[in-house]
Every structure is written in C-alpha cells, then in structure tokens.
Nanobody
C-alpha cells in the first residue's frame, strides 16, 4: 500500500507556471506506475498524465499535451507535474496516484492540492 501527499497548488495568473509534487511512502514506490489526475466539483476525476516506473514512457491528456510535463525522482520517492502556460480551465484539485501494474486499479486517493488559474 502506498501513501501519497500532494503539494504545490496555488493561485496563478493565466499563462503562468506551477510545479506540483507528490511524496510517496509505504512501499517500493520506484516499481509503481504513477499518475496525476484532476477534478472539478460536479465533474468526474480526469486522468492528466502517467509515467512508468523507469520514466521511459509518459502519456498525457490531449488538453495538457505540450504544456504539462510529468516526471519522477525515484531516489526521493517523489512525483512531479510541471505545469506551464496555465489556462483558467486547468483550475481543479490535483491528485496523484500509483499502481504496481497497468492492469491494476488505482489506489486510495490523498487530499489533493488546489490549483486556481485566474487573473
């Protein structure tokens, strides 16, 4: 079982940047597939980006492709999401999650971190 704590959310102007962090503990995190999700009140949670254990393969939602970059530091058990050229529609609570295999369901959710893009 992996425990996850997200941080880095803030209020930022359109066109600005933020970097989110997710510290993982409780298991051999470096073996896990990890991902970032986001959720707006009243809508389903959306998958934003995923990264394999070795960082070899990353995938992005079309809405963030070219603007967001997912990365990880297995030595620090930390997952990152660099968000550039932010838009008001990126406003959401952002969550990270992890699973051992692609076929597994995602694990328990943390508290998330709020990102607000507004002038």
């Amino acid at each position: 079982q992996v425990q996850l704590v997200e941080s880095g959310g803030d209020l930022v102007q359109p066109g600005g940047s933020l970097r989110l962090s997710c510290v993982a503990s409780g298991s051999i995190v470096r073996l896990y597939v990890m991902g970032w999700f986001r959720q707006v009140p009243g809508k389903q949670r959306e998958l934003v980006a995923t990264i394999t254990s070795s960082s070899r393969i990353t995938n992005y939602a079309d809405s963030v492709k070219g603007r967001f970059t997912i990365s990880r530091d297995n030595g620090k058990n930390t997952l990152y999401l660099q968000m550039d050229s932010l838009k008001p529609e990126d406003t959401a609570v952002y969550y990270c999650n992890a699973k051992l295999k692609w076929s597994d369901p995602w694990g328990d959710w943390g508290q998330g971190t709020q990102v607000t893009v507004s002038s």
